[in-house]
């Protein structure tokens, strides 16, 4: 016993911990900024799924480079149909998330029929992917592992040291007084729910162009929502949710590690999911989200 | 009625200065009501300008267009002797015009310095350039009072402070005309000094400042000239240093006032509702400290205040919306501190929300699904949990009429009808519960005259027949019109009680601004 | 200064209500409102899938191949409708579990894993239990229904006592569900007499005192010609009157009433006595109770087992059929039929066309964004339209 615990931090897991890290942190950084801009988008997995489909999809056809760009476009475009329901048409936006949700899990499939031919409508074939850089005792790490960690900077200061950021967060936080202030609003809201997509669909094509290569149906396994849990325990800030997101991918790497060596229970394939449910409980009251986050802003009519 | 601005000469007949803002003929309806009618307003650059008149006179419409956030069905608006058509509020800060409005525009996580540059921010290549922000934020606040710190956040500061980041919001964009919405309400006594130096030294730095306000006292003391209003027209433009509070008083009403309480018959009885030493805290803060409260049968006990001094927090405990923190409430000796708000309805109590149409209706469901909110319980309307929608209906009818709800049919949804009457509505249907005790926030608030004195004799007639009113008002008018007796609140503290006819205006002002507390003897 | 003397108040107008005709009128024109959402989002999504076939096919005949086997699948064939109310049985069943959250305020996303929980929970008292079919299928009922009770608890309870938005929670009851369906299935629960080679993750089979019949003899008696293997349970029949208690608990019950100001404007509902934490505990449980059914026509009716492949995605159907029927139990029957009619024809569109079955699920996806977007649209427009006459007559 007292050996497993010292692997639980081993080169192994930790080698893990970065694989699941990747696609965690990437849809937790959008789901950061449509949240920050006052849009809620529970539609970030159905992106992630649309990602993944599209990553093995594009890098098939045009290798890899291409297939984690067409992700990011497939993101953003589905993320386009969320913004225009819910900042253009002011539908609910759970329900408008939920519907994505529902469309994600029936699209792939009619897509790889299309694409990969019949009796392939769970899963393409083996996709190319980035050649790997090679890291003393990690091993080979996926470029996009670095992308990640340059991304997590970049997002911290698009929305602390830019004006973009500053309005976007305004735009969150209270938009009629932005809006008094010539802010306007709901181009910073299509900015957040559009910048979300993006990275909902770079992390699912970092899942089937990178870490497995190879789509098949249900890869993202709910990656999504436990994105929107890491943005709760990291209580919306682009630092914390690096920290949160490092636990839940330590969580996911234990469960990949625990099945292999320790014991063989589907019981522990759970854990992340029941790991979330805890933190929910634990600090769903003590952060601070985004004051006008959920409400529907119709521009015009301040006061 | 439309009698011109009796423009008074200005003293010393020196040529008075240039106008910042002219309104020839400004008119504005809002579906059949004129809120605005054939307004004419001047105001000279540099002065302050105060702009009176009763609820409903008009002025927020008014300087709402000034500010772009309403427009003119009639007349034109002339800003420094330029033709304008304000548009947006994009357009007003265009021309240095800016406006403070009454219930803050800021964003409460954000700094100071990110108030006050948002949507003019000093960047490059979008790069924000926060150490510029806040030069030029110490810039504009130089001599004003004691400096902010431009990295504090605005929820740590006072009410005070929030509002000179407000002001400092429309400095920092060069306005140089400032339209203040009732700045006054909100603050604390010395707060309103500090206010007034600083509107003073903008004066000095030749600021034109128009100034809406409810205090007559306070008006004479920083305005240069008065504009009243009433019933959507102007009544006049006088000076102030010539002008009387009695005078201001009689042009905003109409005719010379006299104190006129609606007498009723009853005198108080037993003792219904008893407070013991209620505390309540909200986030750590103490709101209600140490209240004890007693209220008889058919008695009105009217609750005086400054926004902001425990009165939401109170009436919240009272109704069973807020664990209190400390002390007791009974209602005819039974223990209601621990009951919830049904348990208290059902024992006998109303309760007309001071934000009647979010807390008091359900603005998609059906008036008659509306008329029975808070009694869906009671019979007739539902018997062993089944619903009987023919009673609901008839009980819906019987209020609109009672009340002279104007509504195409008891079908319609409740968002159909204007925000009058929505309240007419709640109204009606807490009385119709044939309540104990009333706890009645605001109960006239955004009414007509007509209205209003309908539902004073409303009150009046209920206390009569056995009624207890819990009165919370921000109407002086009111609470002195009504009230059998009345107690101040301020920081919390129940500081004075009074009998109905013994109190007076200025004594309430004095005990609400904290100005005198309830151990001194009163004067 | 104060108060002066007011002017007298105008004389009471006549009270201001329409004769009952005028009503009428008025109900008429609402119920055209409530239907033009729906028919104007079928006739986009109609649109939305020709595209998809376009632009896969690029031949306008598979258009009319498509059309003719959704034709003759949906309705031509004999057994068609007994395929469609067996499938919008449990479609029907997951829209009112949704529905009734809904109507509270709250998004129970978690049906799915609740109805999986149900169906184990009712599989294992049906196959375990041994008693008279009069108390043995009542309790395998009971049993479904405790299961997906259950499987609501904790995110209720997260959500009223924790502050937890049962969004995500419920989201992750499914997962874990799944979970804990395979840990049941490959170990404890797991039938260890099975007929055959293949060792399939499966409970023991249901008790026939447990087992619900087909209802393919009762329509035969009417006229129709169904099978005799028609997947058409009396389970049916069981989810139309659930329909019927569902829209009169809503309409004329205090619950229905109360749980209708708590879900469309909580901030009324404290004030007037609603008891919004138990309001929110009671409709989360009735919604996890009723999703317990579920899977009920499957295991105790089609199958008479519960496997781990059993029918999955209904959860995420009800959602769609909730939204699509306005939450009302009317809606929800016609959506649930309206599902089930494209499901047969994705069959037909499987066996006779060259195009993949797989359009009908673009086509409901199509649907459910459509149709909230309408109905926001519509709901404007009928506000602004009650808006303006109110004000003519001011």
């Known amino acids: 016993m007292p050996e497993i615990f010292g692997q639980l931090l081993g080169v192994a897991v930790i080698a893990s911990l970065i694989r699941a890290f990747v696609p965690l942190y990437l849809a937790t950084l959008g789901a950061l900024f449509n949240e920050r801009s006052g849009i809620v988008n529970i539609g970030i997995d159905g992106m992630m799924i649309f990602g993944t489909w599209f990553g093995a999809w594009g890098s098939l056809r045009y290798g890899p480079v291409a297939g984690l760009l067409v992700a990011t476009l497939s993101g953003t475009l589905v993320a386009l149909v969320h913004a225009v329901a819910t900042v253009t048409f002011r539908v609910d936006q759970i329900v408008s998330g939920v519907a994505i949700n529902i469309l994600a899990l029936g699209v792939p499939r009619f897509l790889s029929i299309v694409a990969f031919g019949e009796g392939q409508e769970t899963q393409s074939p083996a996709v190319p992917s980035l050649p790997t850089i090679n890291v003393p005792e990690l091993g080979a790490i996926s470029p996009v592992v670095l992308l990640t960690i340059a991304l997590g900077v970049a997002a911290w200061w698009v929305l602390n040291r830019t004006v973009l950021g500053l309005r976007l967060r305004s735009a969150g936080e209270n938009p009629r007084a932005a809006e008094s202030l010539g802010v306007r609003v709901i181009s910073m809201r299509y900015a957040g729910v559009l910048i979300s997509g993006a990275f909902a669909g770079l992390a699912g094509g970092y899942l089937s162009v990178e870490l497995v290569g190879q789509y098949t149906e249900g890869m993202n396994q709910g990656r999504g929502f436990i994105a929107l849990a890491a943005l709760i325990l990291g209580n919306w800030s682009a630092i914390g949710v690096a920290f949160s997101c490092l636990l839940f991918a330590w969580t996911e790497a234990l469960t990949v590690y625990l099945r292999v060596d320790w014991i063989n229970n589907a019981f522990i394939a759970s854990l992340p999911y029941i790991v979330t449910l805890v933190v929910l409980a634990l600090f769903s009251r003590r952060v601070r989200p985004p004051k006008a986050v959920g409400q529907a802003y119709e521009a015009g009519s301040p006061v | ?523 | 200064m104060k108060t002066e003397e007011r002017p007298p108040a105008a004389p009471p107008p006549e009270p201001d209500l329409p004769p009952r005709r005028l009503q009428w009128a008025e109900q008429l024109r609402d119920l055209g409102y409530r239907l033009l959402a729906p028919a104007s989002s079928l006739v986009f999504a109609a649109v939305v899938g020709t595209v998809v076939i376009l632009l896969v096919q690029r031949s306008v005949e598979d258009l009319g191949d498509v059309a003719g086997a959704m034709w003759s699948y949906g309705v031509e064939n004999k057994d068609s409708l007994a395929f469609i109310f067996g499938r919008a049985t449990p479609l029907i069943l997951a829209g009112l579990a949704t529905a009734v959250a809904f109507k509270a305020g709250l998004f129970n996303i978690g049906v799915e894993g609740q109805y999986a929980i149900g169906a184990l929970s009712a599989a294992v008292a049906g196959s375990q239990l041994r008693a008279p079919t009069l108390i043995h299928l009542p309790l395998t009922v009971l049993a479904g229904m405790a299961g997906g009770l259950l499987w609501a608890l904790i995110p209720a309870l997260l959500r009223v006592y924790r502050g937890a938005h049962e969004v995500i929670s419920t989201i992750m009851m499914n997962y874990v569900a799944n979970g804990v369906l395979l840990y049941l299935l490959s170990g404890p629960l797991k039938d260890l007499n099975q007929p055959g080679d293949v060792d399939q993750l499966r409970t023991e089979p249901i008790q026939e005192t447990a087992q619900v019949g087909r209802m393919v003899g009762f329509f035969n008696s009417l006229g129709f010609n169904f099978r005799p293997s028609a997947p058409l349970t009396w389970f049916f029949l069981f989810a139309l009157v659930a329909a019927v208690v569902y829209a009169l608990t809503i309409r004329r019950t205090r619950f229905g009433y109360e749980l209708r100001v708590l879900g469309t404007n909580p901030r009324a509902a404290e004030p007037s006595g609603i008891r919004t934490n138990a309001m929110f505990m009671k409709a989360m449980l009735l919604s996890g109770a009723v999703a317990g059914l579920v899977g009920l026509p499957e295991v105790l009716g089609l199958e008479g087992v519960m496997k781990i492949d059993y029918v999955r995605g209904f959860g995420f159907a009800g959602i769609a059929i909730a939204l699509l029927g306005r939450n009302s139990g009317l809606g929800i029957v016609a959506a649930a039929l309206l599902f089930a009619f494209l499901d047969r024809s994705a069959t037909g569109i499987e066996l006779r066309t060259e195009v993949p079955s797989e359009v009908i699920i673009i086509l409901q996806g199509v649907l459910i964004l459509s149709i909230v977007v309408a109905f926001e649209l519509v709901r404007r427009l009928a506000a602004r339209r009650r808006l303006q006459e109110t004000h003519e007559r001011a």
């Open chain 2, 1 to 523: 009625m439309a009698e011109r601005a009796q423009e008074s000469a200005a003293p010393g007949a020196a040529t008075p200065a240039p106008l910042a803002v002219e309104c020839r003929g400004v008119t504005r309806r809002y579906a059949g009501v004129v809120a605005n009618d054939q307004i004419d307003l001047e105001v000279r650059e540099g002065e302050v300008h105060a702009l009176v008149g009763e609820n409903g006179a008009g002025k927020s419409t008014l300087m709402k267009m000034l500010y772009g956030l309403e427009h003119p069905d009639e007349g034109e608006i002339r800003i420094r002797g330029q033709v304008e058509r304000i548009d947006s509020p994009r357009k007003a800060i265009e021309l240095r015009i800016g406006m403070v409005h009454q219930h803050f525009m800021l964003v409460d996580n954000f700094t100071v310095a990110e108030n006050v540059v948002l949507g003019s921010e000093p960047a490059r290549g979008g790069v924000l350039d926060l150490d510029q922000a806040t030069r030029r934020i110490e810039e504009v606040s130089r001599g004003f009072g004691t400096p902010l710190d431009p990295r504090s956040r605005v929820e740590d500061l006072a009410i005070g402070q929030q509002q000179m980041v407000e002001i400092l919001k429309l400095l920092y964009r060069g306005a140089d005309i400032l339209i203040l919405d009732e700045p006054t309400a909100v603050l604390v006594p010395q707060e309103i000094d500090e206010l007034f130096d600083n509107l003073g030294r903008l004066r000095d730095q030749g600021k034109t400042m128009i100034f809406i306000a409810h205090s007559l006292e306070e008006v004479l003391k920083i305005a240069d000239r008065i504009t009243v209003l009433r019933d959507g027209k102007v009544v006049g433009t006088i000076d102030a240093a010539e002008a009387t509070k009695e005078q201001v008083a009689e042009m905003m009403v109409g005719r010379p006032v006299l104190l006129r309480r609606v007498e009723g018959k009853a005198t108080p009885g037993e003792p219904l509702l008893q407070v013991k030493g209620l505390y309540v805290a909200v986030g750590g803060k103490e709101r209600v400290r140490d209240v004890d409260l007693l209220l008889r049968h058919s008695e009105i006990y009217g609750l005086a205040g400054v926004e902001g001094n425990g009165q939401v927090e109170l009436v919240e405990a009272l109704v069973g919306l807020r664990r209190p923190d400390g002390g007791s409430v009974y209602l005819d000796n039974d223990d209601l501190t621990r009951e919830d708000v049904r348990s208290r309805r059902e024992k006998g109590l109303a309760y007309i929300p001071e934000d009647r149409h979010a807390r008091g209706m359900v603005l998609q469901m059906s008036l008659w699904e509306n008329s029975v909110l808070g009694q869906q319980e009671r019979e007739p309307f539902s018997r062993r949990g089944i619903l009987f929608p023919r009673a609901m209906k008839k009980r819906a009818a019987e209020l609109i009429e009672r009340f002279r709800v104007k509504a195409t049919s008891v079908l319609a949804p409740g968002y159909a009808l204007s925000g009058g009457n929505q309240q007419k509505l709640v109204l009606a249907r807490e009385f119709a519960g044939q309540p104990k005790l009333l706890i009645a926030a605001h109960p006239t608030r955004g009414l007509d005259i007509g209205a209003t004195e309908f539902v004073w004799r409303q009150l009046v007639n209920a206390r009569d027949a056995g009624l207890a009113v819990l009165l919370i008002s921000s109407n002086l008018d009111e609470i002195l019109a009504l009230s059998d007796r009345i107690g101040v609140l301020f920081d919390g503290r129940l500081v004075k009680e009074f009998g109905g006819s013994e109190a007076t205006m200025s004594e309430l002002g004095l005990y609400m601004t904290g100005a005198r507390s309830g151990e001194e003897p009163a004067a």
